[in-house]
């Protein structure tokens, strides 16, 4: 069974830092390209990041040089390096297998940025 496991959301003030991880579990982590995506209330899904199979990085305007996307193949584990956040970053934060319209989505975190 495919499972992705998100954490380290929280409360943060603008300007501040937090890093999220993604377990994943029941495939071959390796083989695999990953993003991250986000939901915040009355709003579409976005899609932040992503880093493919041999750690090729694409990152969406809105978080370009502020987030890094990164993995740990030996750990099974994504992260998600996210600075100078902002209140509009406000949202439920969530890792996906694979990108696009079809990526698996995981259970998220929750990221609040108060101004």
């Known amino acids: 069974e495919v499972q992705l496991q998100a954490s380290g959301g929280g409360l943060v003030q603008a300007g501040g830092s937090l890093r999220l991880s993604c377990i994943a579990s029941?495939?071959?982590?390796?083989?695999?390209?990953f993003g991250w995506f986000r939901q915040a209330p009355g709003k579409e899904r976005e899609g932040l990041s992503c880093?493919?199979?041999?750690?090729?990085?694409y990152y969406a305007d809105s978080v370009k040089g502020r987030f890094t996307i990164s993995r740990d193949n030996a750990k099974n584990t994504l992260y998600l390096q996210m600075n100078s956040l902002r209140p509009e970053d406000t949202a439920v934060y969530h890792c996906?297998?694979?990108w696009g319209a079809g990526a698996f989505q995981g259970q998220g975190t929750q990221v609040t940025v108060s101004s």
């Open positions: 880093i493919s199979s041999d750690s090729a990085e």
């Open positions: 996906a297998l694979g």
């Open positions: 029941g495939f071959t982590f390796d083989n695999y390209a």
